[in-house]
């Protein structure tokens, strides 16, 4: 089986290299890059260009919002969708919108002063456990792949985000095999709306990853690699609210 894994804000196959000696074992996987690409859209375009003819997709956090397009636009090619630390809905109207929009621009304000590698320093404070912050080899993972990209892609990513388009009615479509996952302290993307894309899904699995943030695959490569394995190979998955404690 194919399997594309799509990473997330400014990640790159840094995000799911610990998780890849597990899905090797049953998929062909490989790891697309959004390169310059500055909406939603045009990055499952770019995804889909160069993907196989049928694959399984996960995505983590932004790569879930790019999986539910590639899903809008290529039903037939998906075989399965896993969703990771993600979301379905569109940036809410109002104040928490604007807050959303004020604290993103924040974060792209000190990467253009400081550059981005002060900017993950305050950006990956909330983004894992607390327990994970004394944990230098995980902390200078993510900052060194933060560093890689540069202010003018994190803002086309920026500018992604903050337009993107409600999934719901994509997530009630689904019927391949799906499964739905996030760290229990995942405080960005929360377990209550992992819920709600999971019961939008009939028969996909619900997994929360407990001592774990929104950096599921580089935090609990282990288990998040179990539940990927399972999900490719189960023929018929659980019900939606048979929620799955990982440990």
């Not at 597990?22 to 959004?34: G, L, M, N, T």
């Not at 993510?142 to 990513?157: E, K, N």
């Amino acid at each position: 089986m194919n399997l594309l894994l799509l990473p997330g804000l400014l990640c790159d196959r840094a995000a799911w290299a610990p998780v890849l000696p597990h899905v090797q074992r049953v998929a062909d996987c490989s790891i697309p890059d959004y390169a310059d690409e500055t909406s939603l859209g045009a990055m499952a375009e770019r995804v889909l260009a160069s993907a196989p003819p049928t694959f399984a997709v996960a995505g983590h956090s932004m790569g879930g919002r790019v999986a539910l397009e590639i899903v809008r636009r290529a039903p037939g090619r998906v075989e399965r969708l896993a969703l990771l630390d993600t979301s379905c809905r569109a940036r809410p109207p109002g104040a928490a919108g604007d807050g959303e929009r004020a604290g993103r621009l924040a974060l792209l304000a000190l990467a253009r002063e400081r550059g981005m590698r002060a900017m993950a320093r305050a950006w990956v404070q909330p983004m894992v456990h607390p327990e994970r912050l004394a944990d230098a080899a995980l902390i200078e993972a993510i900052l060194d792949m933060f560093a890689r990209r540069t202010p003018v892609q994190f803002a086309g990513q920026i500018e992604a985000l903050l337009a993107r388009p409600d999934a719901t009615g994509t997530l009630r479509a689904i019927t391949c095999p799906a499964l739905v996952l996030c760290g229990h302290e995942d405080g960005w993307t929360t377990p209550p709306q992992h819920e709600e894309m999971a019961a939008l899904m009939p028969g996909s699995r619900l997994a929360i990853l407990e001592h774990c943030g929104h950096m599921a695959p580089m935090e609990r490569p282990d288990a998040v690699g179990a539940a990927l394995v399972e999900w490719l190979r189960a023929k018929r998955l659980a019900d939606a609210k048979d929620v799955q404690f990982a440990r």
